[in-house]
């Protein structure tokens, strides 16, 4: 009985080193500010906001978590408790950067395969499928309203 506790035991540290909250020496944790999930998010929010990092359509949860002081699956589990996924909390950020586009793309025309690439998206078609999503309207739609309406005064 006295082996399987010991082995409960490293397997415990095991799982916190994974998850972020204990250091790599298993004695000293680390400041519960690094492994607060509102802290890790923010610095995820500085980083995408501050280097646009969601417009590389190469980046992937191993990388941003790295760049954030964090790993994969602490990362992800931060996602989980905000309801969202990785996916899904990029391609907002993706979305809102590509509308920016399409709405001052008016005067340098643009094309909508242009916006995708520049906004990060793999492809046009997963472009589309999440703007209709989110405005209720695909791109082309959207940029023709704004083309058909008159410019404020």
Known sequence: MR???ISAEKFSRRVLFLFGLMDVGNKKEIPSSLFN???ILSRVE???EREELFRSSQLSINLLAR???TNRTYLSRCFQLKRTSYVNYI???RLKYAKKLIDSSVSDSKSIAEISELAGFPNPRSFAKCFSAKYGMNPSQYKREILAT???S
Request: aromatic share 12%; net charge positive; hydrophobic share 35%.
């Open 150 to 152: 008159p410019p404020h």
């Open 91 to 93: 391609n907002n950020y």
């Open 67 to 69: 760049r954030a002081g």
């Open 37 to 39: 999930a509102d802290e």
């Open 46 to 48: 500085a980083l995408l």
């Open 3 to 5: 082996r399987f506790k």
